[in-house]
């Protein structure tokens, strides 16, 4: 059999998955009252071939969004949606995992509730980036982001607590795990870089202190779901939506420590240059960062079979995750099975729309 180690069975904290070809994180932008519905349960049971699906980027709170027409986690309705979500990807054989989001500063007063300013780490514009927002006539698209004024103290446990009621609804809809977003850019992010944190109390200055969110956050979530289903998606080294930090090696390696002691299920890293730019991922930071994470790592970005073949076998990570692979190829792990040609995704269906490029790309049989 081809991709012996790629398609073999893993065990990621207290979950079993079938395979480690994992569907990463994709925003398809297709939800426009933010609550999942059948054309969702179609998409991602059509997905279920994979070990885990990541479901997209969920907003944890209105405040959270940057992007209209992405889903949430935070009401009855959204929750509820979800559940039918999972029953179809759980009837087809399917594990989820649901990413919990917030965009910080990547975001508008047109998508915040009544127009209120964007949260941030610092007052900081995130210079050249955009956010995704509908205009007065109905129309939808790229506009540049605000100026977010900087969280106060005394609101970052209700931010925190957001997290945790979230983790608690993807419980209850029946998520097999929960990924803590804290990559490209967003506030988990924005906290960890030290371009976009330039607090001086407690959540900012030292490594330790631009940490202390996360992992407040990752404890929270923990208490509500346990360890053994919580993950976590990093970004070192990225350079989108105007973030710059002068220490990610340092962060990385504090991050990696502090997230093994607390025994959760997975470490994601979407390597930097996943968008064309920014460095690539050395053999030796992937040799580090096993020796300080003996948790499940998975890595995504431009991964082909072979590559995610050679990953594992050389003991550098456990499981990859495809993203636009899993767009047009929804029997993904067949066509890796089969040795079979891909499907080529159209980018003019990745955002927005309906049926057309989200559920009807044709598998091999």
């Known amino acids: 059999m081809a991709y012996d180690k790629l398609l073999s069975p893993i065990i990621v904290g207290d979950v079993e998955l079938s395979n480690r070809v994992l569907m990463a994180p994709l925003t398809r932008a297709r939800t426009p009252d933010s609550v999942p519905g059948e054309l969702q349960a179609e998409y991602y ?34 929750e509820a949606g979800w559940r039918r979500v999972l029953e179809a990807v759980h009837g087809a054989g399917g594990r989820m995992a649901l990413q919990l989001w917030h965009v910080g500063r990547i ?110 956050v990752v404890d929270a979530v923990t ?38 002691r607390r025994k959760i299920a997975y470490l994601h890293i979407n390597e930097p240059d996943w968008t064309g730019e920014g460095p690539q991922l050395s053999d030796d930071f992937r040799r580090d ?21 050679t990953l594992i076998v050389n003991g550098l990570g456990d499981a990859a995750a495809f993203g636009r692979p899993y767009i047009a190829n929804p029997d993904l792990v067949e066509r890796f099975r089969r040795e079979a040609v891909l499907n080529e995704p159209n980018p003019d269906t990745f955002y927005g729309g309906g049926a057309e490029g989200y559920t009807d790309y044709p598998t091999l049989d």
């Open 45 to 78: 049971a059509q997905r279920a071939n994979s070990g885990l699906i990541i479901s997209e980027a969920t907003n944890i709170s209105p405040t959270a969004r940057g992007y209209v027409y992405t889903p949430g986690i935070w009401t009855d309705a959204q």
């Open 107 to 216: 975001s508008h007063e047109m998508v915040q509730p009544e127009g209120q300013t964007p949260v941030a780490p610092s007052a900081l514009r995130a210079e050249g980036a955009n956010c995704f927002v509908e205009f007065e006539d109905g129309s939808s698209g790229q506009h540049p982001t605000s100026t977010p004024r900087a969280l106060e103290l005394d609101e970052i446990p209700g931010l925190i607590d957001d997290y945790r009621q979230a983790a608690k609804r993807s419980k209850r809809a029946g998520f097999d795990l929960v990924e803590v977003h804290a990559a490209n850019a967003y506030l988990l992010q924005q906290f960890l870089a030290t371009g976009s944190n330039q607090r001086t109390d407690r959540y900012g200055g030292s490594v330790v202190n631009r940490a202390r969110l996360l992992l407040e």
């Open 223 to 260: 208490e509500e779901i346990g360890a053994g289903r919580v993950g976590v998606r990093l970004s070192p080294f990225i350079e989108i939506f105007g973030l710059s930090d002068d220490e990610p090696q340092e962060m990385m390696r504090y991050l990696a420590g502090e997230l093994d």
């Open 289 to 309: 960062l096993r020796d300080r994470f003996t948790g499940t790592l998975i890595y995504c970005g431009h991964y082909t079979a072979e590559r995610a073949e």
